[in-house]
């Protein structure tokens, strides 16, 4: 046999294999020959965290974020507030999946706006409560696949689901701590309400919410907690 049908007789048998690869393997390799779930896995390569949508959410804050947070602690007063000293401003931290983030007060829902200072650390949603004062805090923040660089805060909140009722979580402002207990976790359709919480023992809750699955544009998770007095 010369080299030409050596040749010849190699891609018979290369062809021979992959298309036998091909016919037992469809149901595993199926998709590389679709390209509406190419484009979306390279969009969920290249967006792997997307926004909240701001628009489900505006109408469960309160009207304060125009207002300086200095003036808004004054307000809806609540004697019973358990804090800390802490040295650390502006700071959210989770004990439990490891996390201490810049909580960044944005000054608009525009979604852009929201995306930019997601790059930043959390996001303190306007028009929230402050934290001790009678009413909702919603903090959102980015989640990401198994596997994602640590870069920016892409990552965040990749672990929230691993919160279990009784956890804290804190906000650090003003030099004081604020000690949230975690009460409960609901997973939500993209676009649907936050839910609705009725708290138990205090009048202030805090709603973590981010992408579900991490780095999916599928639902959405939501952990609440009340305020530990």
Known sequence: MDKKQAIKLAKIAAVLYMASFLIFNWAEVSWIFNYKK?????????????SIDALAINKYFYPNSSQDLKAISQQN?????????TNKQNTLEIPKINISAPIIFSQSTDKDSLMKDLDSGVIYYPGSAYPGKDGQIIILGHSAPVGWPKTKYEWVFSDLNNLEEGDRVLIDLNNKQYTYIVKKKTI???????????PLSSNSVLTLISCWPPGKDYQRIAVQAELEK
């Open 188 to 198: 939500i359709a993209k676009g649907a309400d936050v839910p609705q919480y009725q």
């Open 77 to 85: 007063s609540n004697s019973e507030v358990k804090t800390a000293y």
């Open 38 to 50: 190419i484009s979306s896995i390279i969009d969920d390569f290249l967006n792997p965290y997307p």
